[in-house]
């Protein structure tokens, strides 16, 4: 290999880990978003045309109904933690595993753990963002024998 391929290769790969630590960045501020209650730059992290599904089913076409649902929850609700655990990156993709846990209005407090999906488009916007979420309630239902014992309880919404 020539020392030009080989200066070739290590640009590449320091231009991956600048546009991971970019991703990583924006997630970041829109965790923090939610935390202060506060849009700080919903158009430059959303695409125009993005797609965001939270884990129970509500989804939002376009950076301006993001807004909107942003605006509305914060005025019901208070995000009192949004973890990040880690990320992972692929191609035009992130996953970033994370723990959530909310205050609303009404005295409900919800907490679950969580994937987003993110994909990105070519100008580094969020293009699209689905959200998994997973019940922080776990329990063995086959601790007392062969046959599961299920607990009595309504589960959650995802």
């Given at each position: 290999?020539?020392?030009?391929?080989?200066?070739?290769?290590?640009?590449r790969?320091?231009?991956?880990?600048?546009?991971?630590?970019?991703?990583?960045?924006?997630?970041?501020?829109?965790?923090?978003?939610?935390?202060?209650?506060?849009?700080?730059?919903?158009?430059?992290?959303f695409?125009?045309?993005?797609?965001?599904?939270?884990?129970?089913?509500?989804?939002?076409?376009?950076?301006?109904?993001?807004?909107?649902?942003?605006?509305?929850?914060?005025?019901r609700?208070t995000?009192?933690?949004?973890?990040?655990?880690?990320?992972f990156?692929?191609?035009?993709?992130?996953?970033?595993?994370?723990?959530?846990?909310?205050?609303?209005?009404?005295?409900?407090?919800?907490?679950?753990?969580?994937?987003?999906?993110?994909?990105?488009?070519?100008?580094?916007?969020?293009?699209?963002?689905q959200?998994?979420?997973?019940?922080?309630?776990?329990?063995?239902?086959?601790?007392?024998?062969?046959a599961?014992?299920?607990?009595?309880?309504?589960?959650?919404?995802?």
């Amino acid at each position: 290999m020539s020392s030009g391929a080989g200066r070739i290769g290590i640009f590449r790969v320091e231009m991956t880990i600048e546009r991971m630590r970019q991703r990583e960045k924006i997630v970041r501020k829109w965790f923090s978003m939610w935390l202060q209650k506060r849009d700080l730059g919903i158009d430059e992290i959303f695409a125009p045309e993005a797609v965001y599904v939270e884990s129970w089913g509500p989804e939002y076409q376009g950076a301006e109904k993001i807004r909107h649902w942003f605006n509305e929850w914060n005025s019901r609700g208070t995000v009192v933690r949004w973890d990040i655990r880690q990320f992972f990156h692929r191609d035009d993709q992130t996953v970033v595993e994370w723990t959530f846990c909310d205050e609303m209005a009404d005295g409900r407090r919800e907490s679950f753990d969580g994937l987003s999906l993110i994909r990105w488009t070519a100008g580094g916007q969020i293009g699209s963002l689905q959200e998994f979420g997973c019940n922080i309630n776990r329990y063995d239902p086959y601790r007392d024998g062969p046959a599961p014992r299920f607990r009595e309880e309504k589960a959650m919404w995802f």
